[in-house]
Protein backbone atom coordinates (compact mmCIF):
# COMPACT_ATOMS: atom_id res chain seq x y z
CA UNK A 1 0.00 0.00 0.00
CA UNK A 2 1.19 3.60 -0.72
CA UNK A 3 2.62 5.79 1.86
CA UNK A 4 0.98 9.25 2.36
CA UNK A 5 3.30 12.22 3.96
CA UNK A 6 1.14 15.12 5.05
CA UNK A 7 2.19 18.10 6.34
CA UNK A 8 1.96 20.21 8.42
CA UNK A 9 0.40 17.72 11.51
CA UNK A 10 -1.02 20.40 13.03
CA UNK A 11 -1.82 24.50 13.17
CA UNK A 12 -3.16 27.04 14.83
CA UNK A 13 -4.47 30.53 12.31
CA UNK A 14 -5.87 33.22 12.27
CA UNK A 15 -9.28 33.77 11.21
CA UNK A 16 -9.13 35.88 7.58
CA UNK A 17 -5.75 33.58 6.77
CA UNK A 18 -5.46 30.61 4.43
CA UNK A 19 -3.49 27.44 4.95
CA UNK A 20 -1.89 25.10 2.55
CA UNK A 21 -1.38 21.36 3.77
CA UNK A 22 0.75 19.09 1.80
CA UNK A 23 0.56 15.44 0.87
CA UNK A 24 3.18 13.31 -0.52
CA UNK A 25 3.02 9.90 -1.65
CA UNK A 26 5.75 7.29 -1.83
CA UNK A 27 5.02 5.56 -5.31
CA UNK A 28 2.57 7.17 -8.49
CA UNK A 29 -0.86 7.03 -7.62
CA UNK A 30 -4.35 6.64 -9.66
CA UNK A 31 -6.41 8.58 -7.34
CA UNK A 32 -6.20 11.35 -4.51
CA UNK A 33 -8.68 12.55 -2.55
CA UNK A 34 -9.24 15.55 0.14
CA UNK A 35 -11.82 14.88 3.28
CA UNK A 36 -12.52 16.89 6.59
CA UNK A 37 -13.36 15.48 9.69
CA UNK A 38 -15.09 17.70 11.99
CA UNK A 39 -15.02 17.64 15.63
CA UNK A 40 -16.68 14.17 16.78
CA UNK A 41 -17.87 13.55 13.40
CA UNK A 42 -17.29 10.90 10.45
CA UNK A 43 -14.72 12.37 7.30
CA UNK A 44 -16.61 14.35 4.50
CA UNK A 45 -15.02 14.28 1.09
CA UNK A 46 -14.34 17.28 0.42
CA UNK A 47 -12.78 16.75 -3.40
CA UNK A 48 -11.04 14.54 -5.62
CA UNK A 49 -7.75 15.85 -7.10
CA UNK A 50 -7.18 15.19 -10.80
CA UNK A 51 -3.63 15.10 -12.12
CA UNK A 52 -2.99 18.17 -14.67
CA UNK A 53 -6.63 19.69 -13.99
CA UNK A 54 -9.26 21.19 -12.05
CA UNK A 55 -10.53 19.33 -8.85
CA UNK A 56 -13.81 17.79 -8.66
CA UNK A 57 -15.37 19.49 -5.89
CA UNK A 58 -18.57 17.41 -3.93
CA UNK A 59 -22.02 19.22 -3.40
CA UNK A 60 -21.15 22.41 -0.38
CA UNK A 61 -17.47 22.93 -1.10
CA UNK A 62 -15.77 25.14 -3.92
CA UNK A 63 -12.68 25.46 -5.56
CA UNK A 64 -12.64 29.36 -3.84
CA UNK A 65 -12.48 28.13 -0.60
CA UNK A 66 -10.74 25.17 -0.95
CA UNK A 67 -8.24 25.22 -4.10
CA UNK A 68 -6.65 21.89 -4.38
CA UNK A 69 -3.58 21.67 -7.09
CA UNK A 70 -2.25 18.89 -8.00
CA UNK A 71 0.78 18.64 -10.65
CA UNK A 72 1.72 14.89 -10.61
CA UNK A 73 1.02 11.44 -9.89
CA UNK A 74 2.75 11.73 -6.14
CA UNK A 75 1.70 15.11 -4.71
CA UNK A 76 -1.14 17.32 -3.94
CA UNK A 77 -2.13 20.41 -2.01
CA UNK A 78 -5.17 21.84 -0.11
CA UNK A 79 -5.33 24.94 0.65
CA UNK A 80 -7.85 25.91 3.51
CA UNK A 81 -9.14 30.08 2.43
CA UNK A 82 -9.97 33.09 4.50
CA UNK A 83 -10.31 31.22 7.08
CA UNK A 84 -13.38 31.05 10.07
CA UNK A 85 -13.35 29.09 13.15
CA UNK A 86 -16.18 26.72 11.67
CA UNK A 87 -13.20 26.01 9.32
CA UNK A 88 -11.98 24.25 12.32
CA UNK A 89 -11.63 20.48 11.73
CA UNK A 90 -8.96 17.62 10.78
CA UNK A 91 -8.01 17.27 7.21
CA UNK A 92 -6.85 13.78 5.45
CA UNK A 93 -5.60 13.49 1.93
CA UNK A 94 -6.00 9.60 0.98
CA UNK A 95 -4.67 8.30 -2.35
CA UNK A 96 -4.06 4.65 -4.03
CA UNK A 97 -5.66 2.43 -5.82
CA UNK A 98 -9.30 1.27 -5.52
CA UNK A 99 -8.31 -1.85 -3.81
CA UNK A 100 -7.57 -0.31 -0.64
CA UNK A 101 -6.71 3.05 -0.06
CA UNK A 102 -4.53 4.82 2.37
CA UNK A 103 -4.31 8.21 4.34
CA UNK A 104 -2.02 10.80 5.63
CA UNK A 105 -1.61 11.21 9.56
CA UNK A 106 -4.32 14.41 9.09
CA UNK A 107 -3.98 18.09 9.45
CA UNK A 108 -5.65 19.41 12.91
CA UNK A 109 -6.41 22.91 12.46
CA UNK A 110 -7.55 25.43 14.48
CA UNK A 111 -8.81 28.63 13.33
CA UNK A 112 -8.90 31.90 16.17
CA UNK B 1 -26.38 8.36 -2.58
CA UNK B 2 -25.19 5.09 -1.12
CA UNK B 3 -25.88 4.99 3.12
CA UNK B 4 -23.56 3.20 5.82
CA UNK B 5 -24.35 2.55 9.13
CA UNK B 6 -22.60 1.61 11.91
CA UNK B 7 -23.40 -0.01 15.35
CA UNK B 8 -23.10 0.21 17.78
CA UNK B 9 -21.97 4.24 18.06
CA UNK B 10 -20.16 3.84 21.23
CA UNK B 11 -18.81 0.50 23.50
CA UNK B 12 -17.13 0.97 26.60
CA UNK B 13 -15.35 -2.41 27.13
CA UNK B 14 -12.64 -3.79 29.54
CA UNK B 15 -9.40 -5.01 28.68
CA UNK B 16 -9.68 -8.71 27.52
CA UNK B 17 -12.83 -8.85 26.20
CA UNK B 18 -13.71 -9.30 22.82
CA UNK B 19 -16.71 -6.95 20.51
CA UNK B 20 -18.57 -7.22 16.93
CA UNK B 21 -18.92 -3.82 15.15
CA UNK B 22 -20.87 -3.79 12.44
CA UNK B 23 -21.66 -2.11 9.21
CA UNK B 24 -24.55 -1.95 7.53
CA UNK B 25 -24.62 -0.40 3.43
CA UNK B 26 -28.02 0.31 1.65
CA UNK B 27 -26.77 -0.44 -2.49
CA UNK B 28 -23.52 -3.02 -3.76
CA UNK B 29 -20.51 -2.28 -3.02
CA UNK B 30 -17.19 -3.59 -4.75
CA UNK B 31 -14.56 -2.04 -2.24
CA UNK B 32 -14.85 -1.91 1.68
CA UNK B 33 -12.33 -1.12 4.09
CA UNK B 34 -12.16 -1.03 7.78
CA UNK B 35 -10.20 1.71 9.25
CA UNK B 36 -9.02 2.79 13.13
CA UNK B 37 -8.41 6.35 13.88
CA UNK B 38 -6.42 6.54 17.02
CA UNK B 39 -6.46 8.98 19.61
CA UNK B 40 -4.52 11.58 17.77
CA UNK B 41 -6.73 11.37 14.70
CA UNK B 42 -4.37 9.29 12.66
CA UNK B 43 -6.45 6.69 10.12
CA UNK B 44 -5.06 3.07 10.24
CA UNK B 45 -6.09 0.74 7.20
CA UNK B 46 -7.23 -2.67 8.86
CA UNK B 47 -9.11 -4.51 6.40
CA UNK B 48 -9.77 -4.26 2.57
CA UNK B 49 -12.63 -6.80 2.21
CA UNK B 50 -15.23 -6.17 0.10
CA UNK B 51 -16.16 -10.11 0.35
CA UNK B 52 -15.78 -12.97 2.58
CA UNK B 53 -13.44 -13.16 5.40
CA UNK B 54 -9.75 -12.26 6.78
CA UNK B 55 -7.88 -12.34 9.87
CA UNK B 56 -4.56 -10.24 10.70
CA UNK B 57 -4.16 -10.88 14.53
CA UNK B 58 -6.74 -10.37 17.34
CA UNK B 59 -9.14 -8.72 14.33
CA UNK B 60 -10.94 -10.54 11.80
CA UNK B 61 -13.65 -9.32 9.49
CA UNK B 62 -15.89 -10.85 7.73
CA UNK B 63 -18.23 -8.85 4.73
CA UNK B 64 -21.50 -10.64 3.26
CA UNK B 65 -21.82 -8.90 0.58
CA UNK B 66 -25.34 -10.26 -0.73
CA UNK B 67 -26.78 -8.92 2.34
CA UNK B 68 -24.91 -6.00 2.52
CA UNK B 69 -23.37 -5.99 5.96
CA UNK B 70 -19.75 -6.42 7.46
CA UNK B 71 -18.76 -7.48 10.58
CA UNK B 72 -15.43 -6.41 12.68
CA UNK B 73 -14.42 -8.64 15.46
CA UNK B 74 -11.82 -7.60 18.36
CA UNK B 75 -10.56 -10.70 20.60
CA UNK B 76 -9.01 -10.01 23.53
CA UNK B 77 -9.08 -6.22 23.44
CA UNK B 78 -6.36 -4.01 25.13
CA UNK B 79 -6.29 -0.47 25.83
CA UNK B 80 -4.30 0.69 22.63
CA UNK B 81 -7.64 -0.69 20.51
CA UNK B 82 -9.21 2.61 22.03
CA UNK B 83 -10.64 4.77 19.36
CA UNK B 84 -13.02 5.05 16.32
CA UNK B 85 -13.98 2.20 13.75
CA UNK B 86 -14.73 3.19 10.59
CA UNK B 87 -15.75 1.69 7.81
CA UNK B 88 -15.49 2.82 3.77
CA UNK B 89 -17.59 1.69 1.10
CA UNK B 90 -17.23 2.24 -3.02
CA UNK B 91 -20.60 1.67 -4.84
CA UNK B 92 -20.75 -1.00 -7.15
CA UNK B 93 -22.71 1.37 -9.72
CA UNK B 94 -20.83 4.15 -12.13
CA UNK B 95 -17.92 4.73 -12.15
CA UNK B 96 -17.38 6.64 -8.73
CA UNK B 97 -13.85 5.58 -7.05
CA UNK B 98 -14.43 7.63 -3.72
CA UNK B 99 -14.94 6.19 -0.52
CA UNK B 100 -17.85 7.02 1.47
CA UNK B 101 -17.57 6.69 5.72
CA UNK B 102 -19.41 5.46 7.76
CA UNK B 103 -21.15 6.72 11.17
CA UNK B 104 -18.32 5.09 13.06
CA UNK B 105 -17.96 2.85 16.13
CA UNK B 106 -16.02 4.56 19.32
CA UNK B 107 -14.56 2.05 21.35
CA UNK B 108 -13.05 2.88 24.61
CA UNK B 109 -10.92 -0.05 26.16
CA UNK B 110 -10.80 0.33 30.02
CA UNK B 111 -8.12 -1.31 32.51
Known amino acids: SAVISQKPSRDICQRGTSLTIQCQVD?????MFWYRQQPGQSLTLIATANQGSEATYESGFVIDKFPISRPNLTFSTLTVSNMSPEDSSIYLCSGGQAHGYTFGSGTRLTVV | GIQVEQSPPDLILQEGANSTLRCNFS?????LQWFHQNPWGQLINLFY???GTKQNGRLSATTVATERYSLLYISSSQTTDSGVYFCAVIPNTGTASKLTFGTGTRLQVTL
Open chain 1, 27 to 31: SQVTM
Open chain 2, 27 to 31: DSVNN
Open chain 2, 49 to 51: IPS
